[in-house]
């Protein structure tokens, strides 16, 4: 069954405070046991939660918050826990909830091979007596008779590796050996106490194998510093409620994509590593996926979403062009604001006071660094961390003493040593500088690698360089590409300054222009565009639209507009390769999801140089990144493969008659995507969606057989299938 909204049972007697909602908080930094290995953030993510946990739940009257952690008044010991989940069993009631997150160690006892909770005065010699066994705790949760239950587990610790120079966590100080991964079998319980009620929802911080990052720039865990963002509102569905189901895809989501933009700023700072003969290169995080085990939950309501928060108070771009021409800054400027979240000042030539210029970019980044007095903002217990980016074009010029300046508007200049000592006095902000240095093409003179090496400073947050020198006529060149580059990313998805430069550095090497670029040590991420965007900005879109129509026209028997518009009932290829035009919309439309806007004309060039199905499949999908290249090539190959049927005349001469085309009832559906989603994961609801929208007549057995190609292990799609037909 799928969870409520806005309308539920569960919200109103919430709201009204005819049920109440029980929080019980544990984490546990420092242990008695000099065996159990402190951890920095449990104590922390305790406090953070409550914090958003409080602020979320604003509309429920009716609530008890007990907290046990480090630095509380209760201490979390293992006599304290049971008296409060006692006093909790025994006092709830059907209607009221429950929300129990426990961080800090999991263990395995040796000889039982149980999974146990390690509470601060746990004796590792004696796990059973002194630690909480999840047994007993399914056990006492099951003998609570409030009917809807949320379990939040985040065990299973690592530190943060001494990357990118952090200081080594202290779970892995010394030689102490790493503790067992208790996972499994905290999964095996858990599933047993899913099965037993259709209100309990376990999530897991990782999945089996895994490790649970803590990260020094979160001040917190990964999994439990999402799981406040998410409460602070980001995990709100479209009435402004949280619910167990939509926390869980957002915490997934956005754990996956932090530990994938971590791993592209190691990749590019062993670049630069190896660049200066530096061979001892950073490994990259090992992968971390939140779990969830759940079995029919009825409408777990977690939390209203509360004010939301401005994101362009802590995102700032000054856009300066001393050699401004046409529209272009003016659509970056559109971009940065649109897509990136930036709140963003235009300066170039006409009429701006340009002597004004080196205090406007003081001022810019002392206001970037100094939010009402704070570097970073906490909203809903979540550290918010302000970042300012600044964009510089102009003539560049050497001078005496090995200094250099950059002349903008009106012959104003500004030195290198200047921006330095600007940028230095901005320690608490993200910093995003470009600069595009403009030289004479007779110079022959570069300074590119002096500006990167005199502006780097060591913010706490991250520095990104990223500079161009070039003549006038490339640096319009760069101009657009920076343009077209960000105006072709997906903003719902977001794009990393690591993975960026990355894509810059290609486009530009076609172009024959150097990038020279810098990233800080640092493990803070920073964003260029930061994602989850509620909606698709018109200004994009129209920026889009612009770049698109001055692009030259591509020579193919494919019409250059939008295959909507076509007149003929198919596309054909130089090599013969005919594609239906429904299938087209189909591939199109799939593609547009997955790589954005430009997939229109990434379909039009490939089906050009395609010479069949297979192929066109392979061409497509050397544009699709990671994971999500095999899962999209299976929909690819699927939307071509299966015949059309497009009106109820040729349903009706279909031979098959054994075919059931009648729809698919909604619970079936649901049923098939809470399965599907405890396997795979939150992709699942994408994938349903796919087949539904492609083939709205499909039967349910071949329904259920496309979603059964999606399992990796050919055994458990078979029990998948098996099991959903059966029901």
């Given at each position: 069954?799928a969870?409520?909204?806005?309308s ?7 709201k ?7 929080l019980?908080l544990?984490?546990i ?30 509309g429920f009257?009716?609530?008890e918050?007990i907290?046990?952690?480090d630095?509380s ?7 304290n826990?049971?008296n409060?989940?006692?006093?909790i069993v025994?006092?709830s009631?059907?209607?009221d ?9 999991g ?7 149980e ?6 005065d746990?004796n ?5 007596g002194?630690?909480l066994?999840m047994?007993e ?15 939040c587990?985040?065990?299973c610790?690592?530190?943060?590796m ?9 779970a892995?100080?010394?030689d102490?050996?790493?503790?067992s991964?208790?996972t ?9 106490r ?7 929802c ?12 803590e990260?020094?720039?979160l001040?917190h865990?990964v999994?439990?510093?999402y799981l406040?963002r ?11 409620f949280i619910d167990?189901?939509?926390l869980y ?15 592209h ?10 660049n ?13 996926t939140?779990?969830?085990i759940?079995?029919?939950v ?6 209203f ?12 771009a000054l ?10 800054n ?10 990136g ?10 009429n701006?006071n340009w002597s ?6 003081q001022?810019?980044?002392q206001?970037?660094?100094d939010?009402?007095?704070q570097?970073?903002e906490?909203?809903?217990g979540v550290?918010k ?6 964009y510089?074009?102009?003539?560049v010029?050497?001078i ?8 903008l508007g ?12 600007i ?41 990104c360089?990223?500079v161009t020198?070039t ?18 990313a ?5 794009l ?12 530009l090497?076609k172009?024959?222009?150097?990038l020279h670029?810098?990233?800080?040590g640092?493990?803070a991420?920073i964003?260029?565009l930061?994602g989850?965007?509620d ?8 920026i889009?639209?612009?770049k698109t129509i ?7 028997s494919?019409?250059y507009?939008s295959?909507?518009n076509?007149?003929t ?16 919309q ?6 547009k ?7 229109s004309t990434?379909l039009r060039?490939s089906i050009?140089?395609?010479?069949s199905q ?17 899962e999209f090539?299976?929909?690819?190959k ?5 015949p059309?049927?497009?009106t ?10 054994t075919?059931?085309?009648n729809?698919?009832?909604?619970n ?6 809470r399965?599907?989603t405890y396997l795979?994961?939150?992709i ?10 492609s083939?709205p007549?499909?039967s349910?057995?071949?329904f259920?057989d ?12 078979a029990?998948?299938k098996?099991?959903?037909?059966e029901?």
């Amino acid at each position: 069954m799928a969870l409520g909204v806005g309308s539920s049972d569960s919200t109103t007697i919430l709201k009204s405070g005819e049920a109440k909602l029980w929080l019980l908080l544990v984490g546990i930094n420092d242990y008695q046991d000099s065996y159990l290995p402190s951890l920095r953030y449990p104590a922390l993510d305790c406090q953070g939660l409550e914090e958003s946990l409080i602020k979320a739940t604003e509309g429920f009257p009716n609530k008890e918050v007990i907290v046990h952690h480090d630095f509380s008044a209760q201490a979390p010991i293992l006599h304290n826990i049971r008296n409060s989940l006692h006093r909790i069993v025994s006092k709830s009631q059907p209607q009221d909830s429950i929300i129990l997150y426990f961080s800090g160690h999991g263990m395995l006892e040796p000889n039982t091979q149980e999974a146990v909770l390690c509470l601060s005065d746990t004796n590792q010699n004696n796990l059973l007596g002194t630690g909480l066994p999840m047994q007993e705790l399914v056990e006492m949760l099951s003998a609570s008779p409030a009917k809807q239950q949320l379990l939040c587990l985040d065990t299973c610790h690592s530190g943060d590796m001494a990357l990118l120079g952090a200081g080594i966590g202290s779970a892995r100080d010394g030689d102490i050996t790493p503790l067992s991964n208790s996972t499994p079998q905290l999964m095996n319980v858990l599933r047993q106490r899913a099965s037993q009620s259709k209100g309990f929802c376990a999530l897991l911080s990782c999945d089996r194998g895994q490790k649970s990052w803590e990260f020094p720039e979160l001040g917190h865990g990964v999994f439990t510093y999402y799981l406040m963002r998410g409460l602070s509102g980001e995990a709100a569905d479209i009435n402004g409620f949280i619910d167990a189901d939509g926390l869980y895809k957002y915490v997934y989501r956005q754990t996956v994509q932090y530990i994938d933009k971590l791993n592209h700023q190691v990749r590019l700072i062993n670049q630069q590593k190896l660049n200066h003969g530096d061979h001892k290169l950073y490994p990259e995080y090992p992968q971390q996926t939140p779990k969830r085990i759940v079995e029919g939950v009825g409408e777990l309501i977690v939390g209203f979403k509360p004010k939301k928060v401005n994101p362009k108070q802590l995102r700032r771009a000054l856009v300066v062009d001393g050699l401004a021409s046409g529209d272009r800054n003016n659509n970056i400027s559109r971009l940065l604001a649109g897509a990136g979240g930036f709140e963003v000042e235009c300066f170039q030539q006409k009429n701006q006071n340009w002597s004004e210029i080196p205090k406007k970019i003081q001022k810019f980044t002392q206001i970037s660094g100094d939010l009402n007095g704070q570097s970073s903002e906490k909203v809903g217990g979540v550290k918010k961390i302000p970042t300012c980016l600044l964009y510089l074009r102009g003539y560049v010029e050497e001078i005496e003493y090995g200094e250099a300046r950059l002349i903008l508007g009106n012959g104003v200049s500004l030195s290198r040593s200047c921006l330095r000592q600007i940028l230095r006095r901005a320690q608490q902000t993200q910093q995003i500088v470009i600069l595009n240095l403009v030289t004479s093409e007779s110079s022959g003179i570069s300074s590119a690698d002096s500006w990167i090496e005199d502006l780097q400073c060591g913010t706490e947050y991250g520095q990104c360089l990223i500079v161009t020198q070039t003549s006038i006529n490339q640096s319009e060149i760069f101009c657009q590409t920076l343009l077209e580059s960000l105006a072709n990313a997906n903003p719902q998805t977001g794009l990393p300054i690591a993975k960026w430069i990355i894509q810059l550095q290609k486009l530009l090497q076609k172009k024959r222009i150097s990038l020279h670029s810098w990233f800080s040590g640092t493990q803070a991420i920073i964003d260029i565009l930061p994602g989850n965007i509620d909606r698709i900005f018109h200004d994009v879109e129209q920026i889009r639209h612009q770049k698109t129509i001055l692009q030259p026209p591509i020579k193919s028997s494919i019409p250059y507009n939008s295959i909507a518009n076509l007149k003929t009932p198919s596309a054909q290829s130089q090599n013969n390769l005919i594609i239906n035009s429904e299938k087209y919309q189909e591939v199109e439309k799939l593609l547009k999801q997955s790589i954005g806007i430009i997939g229109s004309t990434i379909l039009r060039q490939s089906i050009k140089k395609s010479a069949s199905q297979q192929e066109l499949i392979e061409n497509l999908a050397t544009y699709i990144s990671g994971q999500q290249k095999t899962e999209f090539k299976h929909r690819v190959k699927a939307i071509l493969e299966i015949p059309t049927i497009s009106t109820q005349s040729q349903l009706a001469k279909s031979p098959s008659p054994t075919i059931e085309y009648n729809a698919i009832d909604q619970n079936f559906i649901k049923k098939c995507e809470r399965d599907l989603t405890y396997l795979i994961g939150p992709i699942a609801n994408f994938i349903i969606e796919e087949i539904l929208q492609s083939q709205p007549r499909i039967s349910i057995t071949e329904f259920v057989d496309k979603l059964g190609q999606n399992i990796p292990d050919a055994e458990i799609a078979a029990e998948f299938k098996q099991r959903i037909l059966e029901k």
